[in-house]
């Protein structure tokens, strides 16, 4: 499944106590996020990225602007969350390494992945959505 009419938001340096806050007034202003992935704390501080509506992109900002400069807001529209969905992955091993792969293998830059047991997503270029569907369908005979 793909899906093309996201952005993603990336925040440097954000306090790790300002996350949940933020995320609160993004709730407060109605905008919906799927994808989600921050890195490990460092010096009180981490990197947030997120995936919204293109529509609320402008929402969304003006809120994140609140708790950070704007040279710490990487805004990217450019993105096609691609997603492997099968309840059957949650016995199989090696699968994200096969997708990594395939990707890896066509120069296809994964910008943001969330796992869970029966799905992975990335998101990826927009341009190389048709490649990814291809070559991924080519490599499970799906």
């Given at each position: 499944?793909?899906?093309?009419?996201?952005?993603?938001?990336?925040?440097?340096?954000?306090?790790?106590?300002?996350?949940?806050?933020?995320?609160?007034?993004?709730?407060?202003?109605?905008?919906?996020?799927?994808?989600?992935?921050?890195?490990?704390?460092?010096?009180g501080k981490v990197n947030v990225s997120f995936t919204i509506a293109k529509d609320?992109?402008?929402?969304?900002?003006?809120?994140?602007?609140?708790?950070?400069?704007?040279?710490?807001?990487?805004?990217?529209?450019?993105?096609?969350?691609?997603?492997?969905?099968?309840?059957?992955?949650?016995?199989?091993?090696?699968?994200?390494?096969?997708?990594?792969?395939?990707?890896?293998?066509?120069?296809?830059?994964?910008?943001?992945?969330?796992?869970?047991?029966?799905?992975?997503?990335?998101?990826?270029?927009?341009?190389?959505?048709?490649?990814?569907?291809?070559?991924?369908?080519?490599?499970?005979?799906?």
């Amino acid at each position: 499944a793909t899906c093309d009419n996201d952005a993603a938001i990336t925040i440097v340096d954000i306090k790790i106590e300002d996350v949940s806050k933020l995320f609160e007034q993004v709730a407060i202003n109605g905008v919906s996020v799927d994808m989600i992935s921050q890195t490990a704390p460092k010096d009180g501080k981490v990197n947030v990225s997120f995936t919204i509506a293109k529509d609320d992109l402008n929402e969304c900002e003006s809120v994140v602007e609140k708790f950070v400069s704007k040279e710490n807001i990487i805004v990217d529209e450019d993105i096609t969350k691609f997603s492997l969905v099968g309840l059957g992955m949650k016995h199989t091993s090696g699968v994200a390494a096969k997708v990594f792969k395939i990707f890896s293998d066509n120069n296809i830059a994964v910008k943001l992945i969330t796992t869970s047991e029966i799905r992975i997503t990335c998101a990826i270029s927009s341009a190389d959505k048709n490649v990814a569907i291809r070559e991924v369908a080519k490599e499970f005979n799906i």
